[in-house]
């Protein structure tokens, strides 16, 4: 399709497991994003990726989150060590440039449920 | 320490009416605004936005104003259709390329 893909679209897994989730974002997009929205809340920015490049990790809750983007292509975040608060919605966006002028095309989310 | 806030977490309209969504920011130094629309297990979806040369930008059914002094934002949907329901966010960007959102307000339009 077009759009911006993300998969699985649910995940539920036991606290402390490791899970990987994985975006592909509109083809030839340079930049893309990862924002989590905990229930009733609002998104919450964890990274963004010029290319394959990830300058800025300040947004990542914890060092068991990490993000990494390959061919300017595929993402995948992954969540070491699992929690009960890691449980969320997360979502991947794309856009054609790194700029806040371009819009944000949103996956539809993984929704991530810690037991 | 909330940024954005939409202070009204449901907004109930009937169709054919006005509605109107409020944003309020923190951080003069945002010059990005935009508005998402969010169906239920859908991503949000790109609805309008603003820079902060303007005051006001208009699409369709949708207009957008700004009022910088007063760091606020709105959105204008008229006339309101019951396919406009759906949660609406508020987000706005400086030069850190990072958007920050408010935590939405569901419109709901009645027929």
């Known amino acids: 399709g077009a759009g911006v893909s993300q998969s699985p679209s649910n995940k539920v897994t036991e606290k402390g497991k490791d899970v990987e989730l994985r975006c592909d974002p509109i083809?030839?997009?340079?930049?893309l994003y990862w924002y989590r929205q905990r229930l009733g809340q609002g998104l919450e920015f964890l990274i963004y990726f010029q290319g394959n490049s990830a300058p800025d990790k300040s947004g990542l809750p914890s060092d068991r989150f990490s993000a990494e983007r390959t061919g300017e292509s595929v993402s995948t975040l992954t969540i070491q060590r699992t929690q009960q608060e890691d449980s969320a919605v997360y979502l991947c966006a794309s856009s054609p440039m790194l700029t806040v002028a371009q819009p944000q095309h949103f996956g539809d989310g993984t929704r991530l449920s810690i037991l | 320490d909330q940024q954005v806030k939409q202070n009204s977490p449901s907004l109930s309209v009937q169709e054919g009416r006005i509605s109107i969504l409020n944003c309020d920011y923190t951080n003069s130094m945002f010059d990005y605004f935009l508005w998402y629309k969010k169906y239920p297990a859908e991503g949000p979806t790109f609805l309008i936005s603003?820079?902060?040369?303007?005051d006001k930008n208009e699409d369709g059914r949708f207009t957008v104003f700004l009022n910088k002094s007063a760091k606020h934002l709105s959105l204008h949907i008229v006339p309101s259709q019951p396919g406009d329901s759906a949660v609406y966010f508020c987000?706005?960007?400086?030069?850190?390329?990072?958007?920050?959102f408010g935590k939405g307000t569901l419109l709901t339009v009645n027929p």
């Open positions: 603003i820079s902060s040369i303007k």
């Open positions: 987000a706005v960007g400086g030069s850190n390329y990072k958007l920050t």
């Open positions: 083809s030839g997009h340079t930049a």
